[in-house]
């Protein structure tokens, strides 16, 4: 027994120090470290060197989820940012639309004052339509945009972009529409002066950057820099939407009539986006309704009244009247 156990208190061979030499051994080392790191902060640059050593390795393990977790915000924010900019660029377009006839409206406020109600907006309600294509030449200025009667388009409807009148639809099918541009050599539009309030008409000169007024007489009062408005007549365009700015006027002393150019303010050949506008009716601004030709016959209520005098021999009819003379000059001819 005595052989037994003194041969077992012996270390056996290849065991080294025991654990508790080992740990205390640690603990005093440790304990030294720290002592001359926080005087010294000599281990600053092994911590240093170790951090550089192992963000390659944190950069290695993090990437597949760092890189799905850019994908998944990458298409997110980008899709986001498409929201968010379609939202800001139909409210801009809004906001154009509504400021458009600020100036025209400006001049009608004193005349409006003593109103107790605002008036409704003359545009009702909008749509955006796209451009999938463009014949611009010396004879045709038209677009055609992808929207038809499917959506409500109909034929004559204003067609105009963020800066001005661009002109109207003139066929129309059930997905898309032929809109003839107000540049077109066909096409006429009634505007007035906004400065002088002269009344005319703009007409296409089959060139995207320019109107000719060719119904100006030399000594009417216009200027180059003058603002065209629509003056609402002819049945499609609302008073008081801006068309373009007088760029060019001559004058002939032997001509009856001035030569005046326009350029529109609708970016006739670089825009992509229209709006279609439905105006409200019986609104003041709303288009005045074209007639198809002269009155067949007359209103009673604005004829002239009769006033009390001596009796008038020649109040016949004024046919009658002017075929009696006709009809005396023939028997005495006879």
Do not use: C
């Not at 911590?47 to 799905?68: D, E, G, H, K, T």
């Not at 060019?248 to 709006?275: F, H, K, Y």
């Not at 021999?313 to 009247?321: C, D, K, R, V």
């Amino acid at each position: 027994m005595a052989t037994f156990g003194a041969g077992a208190s012996r270390p056996l061979p290849g065991r080294g120090p025991s654990v508790g030499f080992r740990f205390t051994l640690f603990a005093i080392l440790s304990v030294v470290l720290m002592f001359l790191d926080q005087r010294g902060s000599w281990l600053e640059s092994v911590r240093s060197a170790l951090l550089a050593a192992a963000y390659p390795l944190q950069v290695v393990v993090n990437s597949p989820s760092a890189a799905w977790q850019w994908l998944v915000q990458s298409f997110q924010t980008r899709e986001s940012l498409r929201k968010e900019n379609d939202a800001l660029r139909e409210e801009l377009r809004e906001l154009r639309l509504r400021t458009m006839r600020y100036e025209a409206l400006a001049r009608e406020n004193a005349e409006l004052r003593g109103l107790q109600t605002a008036l409704p907006a003359v545009a009702e309600r909008w749509l955006i339509a796209e451009i999938v294509n463009v014949e611009l030449n010396s004879l045709r200025q038209r677009v055609l945009i992808n929207r038809g009667s499917r959506n409500g388009v109909f034929k004559g409807q204003a067609v105009m972009d963020d800066r001005g009148l661009l002109g109207q639809t003139a066929r129309v099918g059930p997905w898309s529409a032929e809109v003839i541009l107000i540049t077109d050599p066909e096409h006429a539009v009634p505007v007035q002066i906004e400065r002088s309030g002269l009344r005319t008409i703009a007409v296409g000169a089959g060139d995207a950057r320019s109107l000719a007024l060719p119904y100006l007489p030399a000594n009417a009062d216009v200027q180059p820099g003058d603002l065209l408005i629509t003056s609402g007549f002819g049945g499609v365009f609302p008073a008081g939407y801006p068309v373009a700015h007088i760029s060019e006027v001559r004058r002939d002393a032997v001509q009856p009539l001035a030569q005046v150019r326009a350029t529109p303010l609708a970016r006739l050949d670089r825009t992509r986006e229209v709006m279609l506008v439905w105006f409200r009716d019986g609104h003041p601004a709303a288009p005045a309704p074209a007639t198809a030709g002269d009155l067949t016959r007359g209103d009673p209520s604005i004829q002239p009244q009769p006033t009390s005098g001596p009796p008038d021999f020649g109040s016949q009819p004024q046919a009658t009247a002017a075929t009696t003379p006709r009809t005396s000059g023939r028997e005495s001819e006879e």
